[in-house]
C-alpha cells in the first residue's frame, strides 16, 4: 500500500481501524487478557463525532453483565477536571478570583493553609498534605469535611506553597468546599446543574445518584435479564460496573464523600467523551485565556515548566493531554490530542483496579489517525512519552531502581559518545540494570536468553522535543525463547511499566 492510499484509508470515519496490522479490537482484548480485565467500555472522539463506542467483556462478573455504551464506571480522577470546571465557570461568573487565598472563603483551616491560593489547589501546587494517606481515612464510609481536613491538618505542608508539585486530594477537597461556599450549592447540585444537566448527559452522576438509575438485579433471576420482555425501560439499560478482588468478594462503592472532587463522579465512557467535547471548545469553560490556565503547562518561580494542572497531564506530540488513574476496584483514562489538524480523544474505564491505559491508548488513537501515533514500532517496543527533559527522566528512572535495590549494570549516554566521536545526535541515553535472581533463573532454562539480558530502558529525545522512554516488549521476546509461559516475565513487564510510567510522569 503506497502512502497516498494508506492517508485514504486512514480518513475520517474510514473503516479501517487497524494500527501496525492489529485492530482495535485485537488490541484491547489481548490488553485485557494480559492485565486480566474482566471489563472494559471504550469511547473515540473525532470531534464534533463520538463514532466509536464498544464494550468489552462482563462489567459485572457476578451477574454477568455485559460491558456496553451504558455501563457506568467511576470516572476516578478524571472528577478532578469537572471540579476544575466548576471553579472556572464562578470565576467567569465574577463570584470568585484564582489569585485569592483560600483562608478568605474558609477562615478556620490551620494558619499555614491560610495564604494558599485557589490556582495552587487546581495546580497541586499547594504543598497541603493528601488526606489519603492518614491511616484513619476508609474511601467506603461517609465523611464529613471537617473531619477530613482533621486528618491532614496535623502534618507540615510538604513544600512552601507554589515552589513545587505533588496531587493531594485535599487541594480539591478544599476547592469543592470553596465552590459550595461561593455558589450558596452544594457541590453535587452545582456540577449537576451547570455540567451534567446542561450537557443532557444522562449516565454521569455521583456515587449516592446510582440507585436512581433503572437498572435490573438480575440475581434474582439467576443471572439472566428478563423484565426487558415487559418493561421497555429495560431495553438497552443503563447499568454499574462492579468489580471484585482476588477473593471473588465485590468490592464496596468508594463515597463520594470520601473523595470529593477528586474522585467522585460515575459515568459511560461516552458521557465522558460527551463532556469532554464540551471541554474542549467554549461550552464548558468559555473564553480561551480561562481554558489555558488549567489546561496548558505553567512555571515555578525557578523557571522549571510544569505540563500538568488539576489532574491533566500534558505532552508535545499534537498537543497530547491526558487524565487517568484508579480508586479501588477501577480504572479510568482519558486522552486528547488537541492539535488543530483534528481533535480526537481516546476514554477507556475499567473494573480492574491499577491499569495504566497510556500505551493502549496510544496505539488506539493511532488506529485512527496516523499523525496521532509514536512513529516508531510498537508492536516491537513498549513506548511511553514522558513529559520531562531526557535528563531529568533517566535521573527519576535511576531514583526508581535505587528505591527498588535492583542493580544499575550501566548507563549509555550516546549524545555525550557522539559529541567526542565528532558528531551529533539528540539526547539519548541506556539504563541496563536487572536482578541476577530472575536472569539466572530463565538463562537456566535456555542460556541463549542471555542475549536479551539483562534488562535495559532507552530514553531519547525526538526532532519535535518530545522525550520518549522504551523497551522490548518481554512477552514477545519471551516467545522467541518459548519462555512466554514463565511467570518471571509477567513480573518483569509489569516492573519495566511501573519504571517508564513513574519516571515520564510528573505525578
Not at 462482563?58 to 455485559?66: C, E, I, M, N, P
Not at 491533566?312 to 490530542?337: A, C, E, N, T
Not at 516467545?479 to 516475565?489: F, K
Request: with cysteine; net charge negative.
Amino acid at each position: 500500500m503506497n502512502t497516498r492510499e494508506r492517508e485514504t484509508m486512514k480518513m475520517r470515519g474510514s473503516a479501517d481501524v487497524s494500527y501496525l496490522g492489529e485492530t482495535v479490537d485485537q488490541m484491547i482484548w489481548e490488553f485485557m487478557r494480559r492485565k486480566k480485565i474482566p471489563g472494559l467500555t471504550l469511547a473515540i472522539v473525532q470531534a464534533p463525532y463520538i463514532p466509536r463506542v464498544v464494550g468489552y467483556g462482563l462489567s459485572d462478573a457476578g451477574q454477568k453483565r455485559l460491558a456496553s455504551a451504558n455501563t457506568m464506571w467511576p470516572s476516578g480522577p478524571i472528577s478532578q477536571a469537572f471540579a476544575a470546571v466548576a471553579a472556572m465557570q464562578l470565576y467567569e461568573d465574577s463570584r470568585l478570583n484564582l489569585s485569592d487565598n483560600v483562608g478568605t472563603y474558609i477562615p478556620d483551616i490551620p494558619k499555614t493553609w491560610q495564604k494558599i491560593t485557589l490556582l495552587q489547589l487546581l495546580r497541586h501546587a499547594s504543598g497541603l498534605p493528601d488526606y489519603r494517606k492518614s491511616e484513619a481515612w476508609d474511601p467506603h464510609q461517609e465523611w464529613e469535611f471537617s473531619r477530613l481536613i482533621e486528618l491532614a491538618a496535623g502534618r507540615p505542608l510538604t513544600f512552601a506553597p507554589g515552589t513545587n508539585v505533588e496531587q493531594s486530594a485535599t487541594n480539591f477537597l478544599l476547592l469543592t468546599e470553596i465552590i459550595e461556599r461561593v455558589s450558596g450549592k452544594t457541590y453535587h447540585d452545582f456540577v449537576t446543574q451547570r455540567q451534567i444537566e446542561f450537557l443532557g448527559l444522562r449516565r454521569t452522576g455521583f456515587a449516592e445518584d446510582l440507585d436512581k438509575f433503572v437498572h435490573e438485579d438480575v440475581s434474582l433471576s439467576e443471572n439472566v435479564h428478563q423484565i426487558f420482555k415487559k418493561n421497555g425501560a429495560y431495553i438497552d439499560p443503563t447499568e454499574t460496573a462492579a468489580s471484585y478482588g482476588p477473593d471473588g468478594r465485590l468490592i464496596p462503592r468508594v463515597s463520594s464523600s470520601a473523595l470529593r472532587g477528586f474522585s467522585d463522579i460515575w459515568a459511560s465512557a461516552q458521557d465522558i467523551s460527551f463532556w469532554d467535547i464540551g471541554l474542549a471548545g467554549g461550552v464548558l469553560i468559555h473564553e480561551p485565556e480561562h481554558r489555558s490556565l488549567i489546561y496548558a503547562p505553567w512555571k515555578l518561580p525557578s523557571g522549571e515548566e510544569v505540563p500538568a494542572v488539576a489532574g491533566w497531564q500534558f505532552y508535545k506530540h499534537r498537543g497530547l493531554m491526558d487524565i487517568k488513574g484508579s480508586v479501588p476496584g477501577y480504572s479510568s483514562f482519558l486522552s486528547r490530542f488537541t492539535h488543530p489538524d483534528e481533535l480526537v480523544c481516546v476514554t477507556l474505564l475499567a473494573n480492574r483496579e491499577g491499569v495504566d491505559f497510556t500505551n493502549l491508548g496510544r496505539r488506539i488513537a493511532g488506529a485512527f489517525g496516523d499523525l496521532l501515533s509514536t512513529n516508531y514500532d510498537d508492536n516491537k517496543l513498549y513506548l511511553l512519552e514522558g513529559q520531562l527533559p531526557v535528563q531529568e527522566t533517566v535521573g527519576k528512572l535511576e531514583k526508581e531502581l535505587a528505591a527498588r535495590e535492583i542493580p544499575l549494570f550501566a548507563k549509555f549516554d550516546h549524545a555525550e559518545n557522539a559529541k567526542q566521536a565528532g558528531l551529533s545526535l539528540r539526547p539519548t541515553t541506556v539504563l541496563v540494570f536487572g536482578s541476577p535472581k530472575v536472569g539466572t533463573g530463565l538463562m537456566q532454562a535456555d542460556q541463549s536468553v542471555s542475549l536479551e539480558l539483562p534488562l535495559r530502558i532507552s530514553v531519547w529525545e525526538d526532532e519535535t522535543g518530545s522525550t520518549w522512554l522504551a523497551f522490548p516488549r518481554l512477552e514477545r521476546m519471551a516467545a522467541d525463547y518459548s519462555l512466554q509461559n514463565r511467570p518471571e516475565i509477567e513480573k518483569m513487564e509489569l516492573l519495566m511499566e511501573t519504571l517508564v510510567r513513574k519516571a515520564g510522569s510528573i505525578y
